[in-house]
């Protein structure tokens, strides 16, 4: 049975995401997403996290009522 060891990507709705992904860069020192390999994703002691604003138009999350997603990473327990 796989648990869950952290956050692996939050991800949401933004009027503008690119203003946005830099403000949480400059304010609270949260990279963008990685465009390529050489680029660093968000790390905590589990391991990276994406953190990602999309357009408004976006259909990424289905319907234009949902507004954010969560996704978890899982590692295989232990036994």
Do not use: C
């Not at 946005?20 to 391991?47: H, R, V």
Request: charged share 20%; hydrophobic share 40%.
């Amino acid at each position: 049975m796989e648990k869950v060891a952290g956050i692996g990507g939050l991800f949401f709705r933004a009027k503008d995401p690119k203003a946005l992904a830099a403000w949480y860069e400059k304010n609270l020192g949260i990279p963008p997403i990685p465009t390529s390999y050489d680029q660093a994703s968000w790390q905590q002691a589990e391991g990276s996290t994406a953190f990602a604003p999309f357009p408004e138009s976006s259909n990424y999350f289905g319907n234009e009522s949902k507004s954010w997603m969560v996704t978890f990473r899982a590692v295989a327990a232990e036994g």
